[in-house]
Every structure is written in C-alpha cells, then in structure tokens.
T-cell receptor
Framework: SQQGEEDPQALSIQEGENATMNCSYKTSINNLQWYRQNSGRGLVHLILIRSNEREKHSGRLRVTLDTSKKSSSLLITASRAADTASYFCATDNAGGTSYGKLTFGQGTILTVHP | GAGVSQSPRYKVAKRGQDVALRCDPISGHVSLFWYQQALGQGPEFLTYFQNEAQLDKSGLPSDRFFAERPEGSVSTLKIQRTQQEDSAVYLC???????????????FGDGTRLSIL
C-alpha cells in the first residue's frame, strides 16, 4: 500500500515559474527521496534528505523536511519545459529492515508550458 | 553497463500464460529491487536481493510471482498463470551497497510494461 500522499496531483505552470510539490507520510523515516519519471521511462533520482536534515539544495531543486509534521516539499525554481514529468516522493521507513526498500507516494504530474 | 537494463520493454501475454522479465543491474551493484507500478500510481515494492540472496519477498502479491538472482547479477521476475490484474509496469532498481546503505539512491531501469489480455 502507498504510504505517501502527494499534492497537488497535477500542476500546470508556465516556463520560468516555480513549482512546489508536497508529500506527507505516516511513519518515522530514515530518509526521504524525490524521483522524477518521464512518460514511459524509469525513475531518476533527484535528491535525498536524511531524517536529521531540514533543508537541502541541488541546482534548481530545494527540498525541505519537517519530521514533526511528517511532510516534505520539493521546490523547482525557474522551471523549464524539460521539467515536465511525474514527481514522486519515497520514504525509507525506520524501524524495519536496514536495506532501504522505498515506499512511494502517488506522485504529482507537472506540466511546464513553453 | 551504463545503467540498469530491462527486457523486454513491452510484453503482451494471454491470461494464464507464464512470463519472465529480465533485469541487468549496474555492474557491481550489490542490492537489487523489483517494484510494480500500476497505471497512474507510484511504484510498490515487490522483493529485494543482496547479491544472490533474496532477503525480502514480502511484496510479492501471490505465490504466482517468483524472483531469482542466481549469480548475484542478472535477476529474473517470473509470473505464472498470469491474470489481468498483473498488468502493470515492472521496474528494477539497483544500488551499489548492501544493507545499511539506504542513504545511497536507487538506479532504476525503464521497466517492462506487461499487458495481460
């Protein structure tokens, strides 16, 4: 079963605008990861944030993590048409196995119009 | 290879047939995962291998699903007596480290899209 809830389910913006996607989860985690999936392709890892971190940056990506609210957000700044894809958050849940199987949310479909 | 390779990319089978899906992980990667992704949903965990050992198969939906990785590299996911509800994309992912390396990202293949008629 899916642990995460992502919102919005779909987001449509113009090139140059910022896109923010949110993810909530239910159990304690070791880390939270964001992946991108282009249509018909596999998932590409974007960024990983550990449970003891609050914010992380990578290029145009900014991820925040609030473990007290069990939520995370992904911000893509200055979006480009090439950012059009589905975005998934995934959690490595604490208290279970140590090999890091991921529990994914349902994803946000981002469309960036040129 | 440069990335995780899965074959075939597309598979159409009639209900009741057996299918085999192949995953070639990145060379040297110890950990290998299989996920199932239904249309419009996020991937769901099926099974995990550390080298040739299948350490977790808790996500396999039924005993019709079987996975192996006999030499610790290539893995095969087999589905026997396929049902329509098995239609999905099956994704394979690999990671360099073993247990305790969950802070390493997983590298995904492009998946096999399975359609059961």
């Amino acid at each position: 079963s899916q642990q995460g809830e992502e919102d919005p389910q779909a987001l449509s913006i113009q090139e140059g605008e910022n896109a923010t996607m949110n993810c909530s989860y239910k159990t304690s985690i070791n880390n939270l990861q964001w992946y991108r999936q282009n249509s018909g392709r596999g998932l590409v890892h974007l960024i990983l944030i550990r449970s003891n971190e609050r914010e992380k940056h990578s290029g145009r990506l900014r991820v925040t993590l609030d473990t007290s609210k069990k939520s995370s957000s992904l911000l893509i700044t200055a979006s480009r048409a090439a950012d059009t894809a589905s975005y998934f958050c995934a959690t490595d849940n604490a208290g279970g196995t140590s090999y890091g199987k991921l529990t994914f949310g349902q994803g946000t479909i981002l469309t960036v119009h040129p | 290879g440069a990335g995780v390779s899965q074959s075939p990319r597309y598979k159409v089978a009639k209900r009741g047939q057996d299918v085999a899906l192949r995953c070639d992980p990145i060379s040297g990667h110890v950990s290998l995962f299989w996920y199932q992704q239904a249309l419009g949903q996020g991937p769901e965990f099926l099974t995990y291998f550390q080298n040739e050992a299948q350490l977790d198969k808790s996500g396999l939906p039924s005993d019709r699903f079987f996975a192996e990785r006999p030499e610790g590299s290539v893995s095969t996911l087999k589905i026997q007596r396929t049902q329509q509800e098995d239609s999905a994309v099956y994704l394979c992912a690999s990671r360099p480290g073993a247990q305790g390396s969950s802070n390493q990202p997983q590298h995904f293949g492009d998946g096999t899209r399975l359609s059961i008629l």
